[in-house]
């Protein structure tokens, strides 16, 4: 064979290849999901159970996802590696918008990533409700006790949350400072392990997500919820505003993010997949027995809310940094 023929046909092979590549289905491997926080927190608990149901939508390709916990930092860690990943759409990240914001906000001019010019969110599978927990040997029932009591005592209030700067933690701030009670936050890498700070009495309260008290009832007594309305999945729990303290009312939606670049194709595809397992009755069986609810929220509206969430937590962080 000629030079030149041998060279044709090699250019010939080479494209076809290319073509193949480009025609390849996404995924082509597992789906990592990265969680910002240790094993057994909201954020953890609906990663796991969202990622075991992946390979049954049929955007999925049958190929599952697997979760990658990397804590520190309030979820930035493993933001910032979900960043070093290649963007086709095989290394995810999951968060509730809420922390991701606080997070952000919380670092002023050295942050690590800009949310809306470094990621894009592809939708969201639940949300995460922060409540007041105290232990259950504290004689307050009620958040008007719990006011009245720590005001009285005069002493500062340690509190446990699952990271410095996740939602949790700024409405933390929030009620403490509003009510002029002294106070210490002391972070965690994760709501888990804020839980086990509180059952061991290390600290005197928590503010975490309303989900982590389900087991622990014998230990833990929730006052409070925040958000505008109470949490379906914990209707018997009053929320703040309903007890006197306003400024308390945003929840997180608990979303799936991409790094910028990640294509429209795979967009769609994880889209189409967060739909799909958000209405699969195994998922919902499995986030009602963890208080946590399962219900769909489009790109879009999701982008929206994220937006949203940005103008309400920002003034809000801002006073906390600048009263620290």
């Known amino acids: 064979m000629s030079f030149a023929k041998k060279l044709a046909t090699g250019v010939a092979t080479t494209a076809m290849l290319v073509s193949g590549a480009a025609l390849a289905d996404y995924p082509e491997k597992p ?4 969680v910002g926080f240790s094993a057994g927190g909201g954020t953890d608990t609906t990663a796991r159970g969202f990622a075991s149901y992946m390979h049954e939508a049929p955007s999925m390709n049958g190929l599952p996802a697997y979760i990658v916990n990397l804590p520190g930092a309030s979820g930035q860690k493993a933001a910032k590696a ?35 010019e470094d990621f894009v969110n592809l939708g ?18 009620t958040l008007e006790e719990y006011i009245a009591n720590a005001k009285a005592s005069g002493e500062e209030i340690t509190w446990g949350t699952s990271g410095a700067a996740t ?42 997500g ?24 914990a209707p018997d729990l009053a929320t703040f505003k309903e007890q006197g303290t306003d400024g308390i009312d945003f929840t997180g ?31 919902k069986r499995y986030m009602s027995g963890n208080d946590l609810a399962a219900f769909y929220t489009d790109q879009a509206t999701a982008t ?17 940094i600048a009263n620290q």
């Open 82 to 116: 979900v960043l070093d990943e290649d963007t086709d759409g095989h290394t995810l990240y999951m968060i509730n918008i809420g922390t991701f914001i606080a997070g952000e906000l919380a670092k002023g001019d050295e942050r690590p990533y800009h949310i809306p």
């Open 253 to 283: 939606l608990m979303c799936l993010f991409g790094a910028k670049g990640v294509s429209e194709e795979v967009q769609a595809d994880v889209g189409a997949a967060i739909a799909h397992i958000a209405e699969l009755k195994g998922y």
């Open 304 to 320: 929206a809310a994220q937006d949203t969430m940005f103008e309400v937590m920002g003034p809000v962080v801002a006073e906390i």
């Open 31 to 34: 789906v990592k999901i990265m």
């Open 124 to 141: 969201c599978a639940s949300q995460l409700v922060t409540s007041l927990q105290v232990h259950a040997s504290n004689p307050a029932t």
């Open 210 to 233: 309303v989900n982590t008290v389900v087991g622990f009832e014998n230990d833990i007594r929730a006052l409070a919820s925040a958000g505008a309305e109470r949490d379906p999945m």
């Open 167 to 208: 939602m949790h933690a700024t409405i933390g701030h929030i009620f403490f400072d509003t009510h002029g009670i002294k106070h210490k936050k002391v972070p965690f890498q994760g709501g888990s392990k804020a839980r086990a700070a509180l059952v061991s009495q290390s600290v005197e309260a928590v503010f975490g």
